[in-house]
């Protein structure tokens, strides 16, 4: 009955008393002290106190700050989290927490790097695959943004340094790996044609004979809309939020931008001219 109590009285309109009460109890009992020593795996089993969150949290962000990112446990105690009472008081360092550790997933599947040589299975690594990481890191960055604008002083200083270790794993290994791997396996191309010359990698500057021109020979309409430097991973989850909320039928394709890859010119390559 007591549980049952509590439950309901979270997920009410009073909650923010009940928060003050469990506030108080904390500081008069000295719970923080006790979480804190207390393991994680026996902390998941309960959310009647706000402080439990804020103690898996900071066990997770010590860890991190010291280079140990568990990132299975991290992701399954989210998981947890999400469902409890309070998620919403620390929900952004929850979930920075997690894409963090959805990161480390991702450098533990490629950690010798990407070592290819041929454009297109690199193209085809990053559209099925590689993608993922640049999805991550912006939602890190969204939910660690918003800890800056509402911080939690018990929290703030352990996410901030967590988030040197969130660059270095994209921008000094997944930006820098990848980068150099497809400079690489397409300076030839670039240098000679402009482009990459492989017919599996369709070009922007083709973009109104393959989609458009078919279409209009049938009598369609057909609505094109442009959004200057969408990122791909942006794509693929408007394509997925599309095929989940309405009953049309979302397809996602890439394609090579042409060189130099600024806005003037991908402008001009999306028109029907031949020249």
Same mark, same amino acid.
């Given at each position: 009955?007591?549980?049952?109590?509590?439950?309901?009285?979270?997920?009410?309109?009073?909650?923010?008393?009940?928060?003050?009460?469990?506030?108080?109890?904390?500081?008069?009992?000295?719970?923080?002290?006790?979480?804190?020593?207390?393991?994680?795996?026996?902390?998941?089993?309960?959310?009647?106190?706000?402080?439990?969150?804020?103690?898996?949290?900071?066990?997770?962000?010590?860890?991190?700050? %010291?280079?140990?990112?568990?990132?299975? @446990?991290?992701?399954?105690?989210?998981?947890? +989290?999400?469902? !409890?009472?309070?998620? &919403?008081?620390?929900?952004?360092?929850?979930?920075?927490?997690?894409?963090?550790?959805?990161?480390?997933?991702?450098?533990?599947?490629?950690?010798?790097?990407?070592?290819?040589?041929?454009?297109?299975?690199?193209?085809?690594?990053?559209?099925?695959?590689?993608?993922?990481?640049?999805?991550?890191?912006?939602?890190?960055?969204?939910?660690?943004?918003?800890?800056?604008?509402?911080?939690?002083?018990?929290?703030?200083?352990?996410?901030?340094?967590?988030?040197?270790?969130?660059?270095?794993?994209?921008?000094?290994?997944?930006?820098?790996?990848?980068?150099?791997?497809?400079?690489?396996?397409?300076?030839?191309?670039? %240098?000679?044609?402009?482009?990459?010359? @492989?017919?599996?990698?369709?070009?922007?500057? +083709?973009?109104? !004979?393959?989609?458009? &021109?078919?279409?209009?020979?049938?009598?369609?309409?057909?609505?094109?809309?442009?959004?200057?430097?969408?990122?791909?991973?942006?794509?693929?989850?408007?394509?997925?939020?599309?095929?989940?909320?309405?009953?049309?039928?979302?397809?996602?394709?890439?394609?090579?931008?042409?060189?130099?890859?600024?806005?003037?010119?991908?402008?001009?390559?999306?028109?029907?001219?031949?020249?």
């Amino acid at each position: 009955y007591c549980y049952q109590l509590v439950h309901e009285w979270q997920r009410s309109d009073g909650s923010v008393d009940l928060e003050k009460i469990c506030r108080h109890v904390k500081h008069e009992l000295r719970l923080t002290e006790r979480f804190d020593k207390t393991e994680i795996g026996i902390l998941l089993k309960s959310d009647i106190f706000p402080a439990i969150n804020e103690s898996i949290l900071k066990h997770y962000f010590t860890e991190i700050a %010291e280079n140990i990112i568990k990132a299975e @446990d991290i992701v399954t105690a989210v998981e947890n +989290r999400r469902t !409890s009472g309070w998620y &919403s008081l620390t929900e952004d360092y929850l979930e920075s927490l997690y894409y963090i550790a959805k990161m480390q997933e991702f450098y533990l599947a490629h950690f010798e790097g990407f070592h290819i040589v041929e454009p297109v299975k690199i193209w085809q690594l990053y559209l099925n695959d590689a993608y993922k990481m640049d999805s991550h890191y912006r939602h890190f960055h969204f939910r660690f943004s918003n800890t800056l604008r509402n911080p939690n002083s018990t929290l703030e200083d352990a996410l901030k340094r967590c988030s040197d270790t969130a660059e270095g794993l994209y921008r000094e290994w997944f930006l820098k790996q990848l980068t150099h791997t497809w400079t690489k396996a397409i300076s030839s191309d670039l %240098e000679s044609l402009g482009y990459v010359s @492989d017919t599996k990698i369709p070009e922007q500057r +083709r973009f109104y !004979s393959r989609y458009v &021109s078919p279409n209009v020979s049938k009598g369609s309409r057909i609505f094109v809309v442009i959004s200057d430097a969408l990122r791909y991973e942006v794509a693929a989850e408007l394509s997925e939020q599309l095929n989940h909320d309405t009953k049309g039928k979302a397809k996602l394709e890439a394609v090579q931008a042409v060189f130099p890859s600024i806005t003037k010119f991908g402008m001009a390559a999306l028109l029907p001219g031949k020249e």
